[in-house]
């Protein structure tokens, strides 16, 4: 078995992580830590955990995360980089939900976070944890930037056209729809139900923070220069992200190769579904599930190629991808503890 | 491994029954009919199925459903009473989501449901189907009428106070509110998202199918008379039931007592929890679950009992509560396949 | 034209208040204080009001109120008991949409609010703003608290047959529900999206701040002991109050007699809509709309009598009924700027 | 006083008109007739205009629409065009909300919408009818084709830039989002509450068929060549439609110059507000309303220029843009009868 912890279990990707968790047969839930919920069971917060979950929270000074296999930190940015040199030397392998790990670039970094990296030295052994894209460098690596939601759609969605060379990587538009708790359990007004139910925006359309961590990605899948064009919407569903990914074709191509293209690609990929040729996947077809749909479409069979991609934004686009990850860490079988179906309706 | 087929696979309770049975260790999913869909995969109909389920819909005439373990009927009312008496000659164990074995009453069925019953002679050897009251008759039973959603509700949570007789049976009020699923897959005007949704509506108020079901089972619990006024209510919600159970007490009892006696009740009952006085339970600590969650109030410590439950009207409140009696049935653990945690958020 | 002040109107109420006054042919908006949002334009906070209502919010401190003919008190419990006295040496008429002028008896408020009263003087010139009860008393008011969103369906529901002497008053029952912005414009966690949608639950069922009120006016109905339960449920809905009222029939009396009792109260009244017996009105049937909607329901033709009432609590419920009392006090048409119609779907 | 009389008043435009025009104070509503629903009173199938709508609908042989000014078809498509030339004769203005009349390309028209038009003769003379950009055409006109919702935001967003050459012609990229009440009022499975809420899809990106009218319209706008994606995705909310709209473009050109091209172009319309540069304008910043907001938007201050259009589908969209021709083609005032202001929350 191994020993878990998490680190700041109050917010949806923690308690995502306890709902996947406490069902996984090779782990055993050994703290929690909130500082402000120190004592509180857990269940009293999330009545969905009763008779599941015995565990309460435990204020950090009284923690003793270094006897965990793995700690994730379901934590704001800039926490995990503040503990997580001591927790390696005690032999802890660390995934972090938020960002303190998953961009190289410590100037970029800092530039769109606002926060200091206050250990850049580790960023060198830190591995971007997309199991489809760094499987090998996850399974030997201690130190996980587990990454944002958007990203994991984008880069999922462009790879296999970026990596053959089919698109123009100077020309992605990504028009991205997120539901409500991809902005966290915080208590603010813009996502109070009376604000974004029966309602759409756009948001962040001038920059969002999951643009230098995307960009840093696919500059891997192409020698060209990156240009992508990224625009968030706010979407009245609790879960679910759906990313409508743009991209011109630089060749006659036809659509068979396409779909042949993306379907090579994922073949034994566990938690990667290649939809039929102009599909439509619906979010909900994800809901709760750690699988992620693609589908093409190309209209009017032009040089504009549209690729479709959804995933649940708490699980393949957090913490199941997460846990991914830790299965892959510690040895076991990628899928296990991941198996949930997604529920319809 | 248990042989199982599904007749009427197309609605909600089907496909729920899909979900569970997918993933269930004992279950081999052996056919689903749709005379409509005959041919087609049930992942086209279902994506959430994609890569789980490889079943097709098959047309009930090529369907050879005499083969199996188990069969459930997710059709509507009149179907299962029509292929229940060959079925159950052919050693086959029958599960009816819909009311045609719900009833004992010949009489009071036809009168609410507008059908003749074609074999009431089967009526007395059905059980009906709620565990936590039927338990060993379900065991040895063949065939089950699985109880209605509503019904569970106000079964479970009456119970304990009418065997005790601590409430009066002459004056139960329960007010109860259901998610939109309950209304099943059928292309009506009423329940669209543009009607149902930012909306709130009683109906059926002069008169409920699932009064007499409830009737029949109350009065098994008191030797008094039963007089129960049901309002039911449309929740623009997909999933949950909530019900605001109203009771006068008969006698003077503390707020301890009547805590203590429903915990007592149901204290071994695996999908039975009982919160803590005064909680107020959501449905979402339910949402996907096989959970009933139960608790009390009583305002101003005066006569009347409030007692609110909630419920997944498509787990505990139907398909969920089918596999429990299932499991029953085929001397499995009660539990098997239906531990699926909470979706929350 | 009437000069109007707005203190506090960065709430729902607030803005609700202006989307009826910024359209209102007999008002003149002068001023409207944020302490917080000093200098902001309004339509800056609500888009909506672009174009339409150019004022900026002012600091209560610089804002001269007593140059206006009615001051509306948006704000929270204990605000307005704070300047009232001032206003109305000033000559100014208020009209409180919070607590403060609703309860008579001080120490009924105070126990329930918490706060002491400031002002116990005023309250006995204080009319309760209801005017379909209050109409006469109203119309020569001076200070107006404005009824309760819950109140206003419970006493309109009630009160004919509590007049009429055809209910036990003992035996009152209302299970209410809300949409989410009946708990105003907070940031807090409970009212989130990701926790309000998709989800229903009951709460403050131990006791709620609508209760005193409500028994004040319904004692006034009758002349036997007023005994009421009222259990709230919020409902994922943004507005839309649905009130299901039980009362028990002390009499025999047929059901045309229930219905023309109820019609005849309300014949005249713009904003009461009596529909046929056996109805079941819809929350969406009066969103954006002054209207309240009532029907009749008698299971069984049994000693239960259900009323049915639907409300828009932003408006019947607070801001609409506010503007209602405004006209009566300055002699104008009582329906003048509360024609909109419904906005449905 | 204007004689209107609403052909197919059923459906969700069709309740909406009559929202709109119960309260016109230049409009009799004269008659609405419906063949399923002869004889039903209006406020009977929508208890939103109980009091307010006293008409019943009435089979199309007993009405006497040639006797009206205005007749609006509410309908399938197919139906104005078998109507038109009789009313026209009787002197009838016609304004049509389906597609009948909206296309001038009759082979375009009949291959999108799989029916023959069987007057063609009278496409000449019909006028388009989006009042900021035919304004004049629609005074003078007697037969309107009135636009699409989606064709109305697409237009007005890239009309300012392609008339001043700013943008490619030939890279347009249109990413809506409409509510669910864009489907119709139709019993079919997909726009259930329990498919469509809490749910995202794109559909019909291969091809849809508010296409051919909006590119016949933007060819109006240019003379070189156009090229335009159109990807439609439904959400789940009532009203509302967000047009994600992307352009390359052509030179440089400061953001000032692009707000200050919008902000002329639009300066004296009344139903157009343009928000300052970088806004995120929310759907429901205009719900119930006729006003369309536009806002700019030029990430990084690349070629990538992004223009944000929100809209209320059934106002703007369909139903109140009607109302603005008429009130044109009337020689009334253009918004009489359209200044409700947006609802929020």
Not at 23 to 35: D, G, N
Not at 263 to 282: G, K, L
């Amino acid at each position: 078995m191994i020993k878990v912890g998490i680190v700041g279990g109050t917010g949806y990707t923690g308690v995502e992580l306890l709902r996947i968790l406490a069902a996984h047969p090779e782990v055993q839930l050994t703290c929690i830590t909130s500082r402000k919920e120190d004592g509180l069971p857990v269940a009293e917060m999330y009545p969905s955990l009763r008779g599941r979950v015995s565990l309460a929270f435990s204020s950090p000074d009284n923690t003793r995360l270094g006897d965990c296999d793995v700690v994730f930190f379901a934590t704001p940015h800039g926490v995990a980089m503040s503990q997580a040199r001591e927790l390696l030397a005690s032999g802890v392998k660390i995934i972090d939900l938020a960002a303190d790990f998953r961009i190289k670039n410590v100037a970029e970094f800092e530039k769109w976070y606002g926060i200091p990296h206050t250990c850049p030295d580790l960023l060198e052994g830190a591995v971007y944890g997309l199991p489809e894209l760094q499987r090998e460098a996850i399974r030997s690596s201690r130190l996980i930037g587990n990454p944002g939601c958007y990203p994991t759609t984008m880069q999922l969605g462009y790879y296999p056209f970026l990596k053959a060379g089919l698109i123009n990587p100077g020309q992605l538009i990504a028009d991205c729809k997120s539901g409500v708790s991809g902005a966290g359990r915080k208590a603010e007004i813009g996502t109070l139900f009376s604000e974004a139910s029966d309602n759409l925006k756009a948001y962040s359309v001038a920059g969002h923070r999951h643009v230098p961590e995307t960009l840093e990605q696919l500059r891997k899948m192409t020698n060209a220069s990156v240009g992508l064009v990224f625009t968030p919407h706010l979407i009245p569903m609790i879960r679910g992200m759906h990313s409508t990914l743009y991209a011109t074709l630089n060749h006659p191509v036809s659509n068979d190769e396409l779909q042949q293209l993306v379907e090579d690609t994922y073949r034994n990929e566990p938690f990667v579904d290649v939809m039929p040729f102009a599909s439509h996947p619906e979010t909900r077809s994800v809901r709760g599930s750690n699988t992620l749909r693609i589908s093409l479409h190309r209209p009017g069979n032009g040089t504009t190629l549209i690729i479709l991609v959804v995933q649940d934004n708490l699980m393949k686009g957090a913490s199941g991808q997460a846990v991914q990850c830790m299965n892959l860490m510690s040895g076991l079988p990628e899928t296990v503890g991941l198996t949930q179906l997604p529920i319809l309706p």
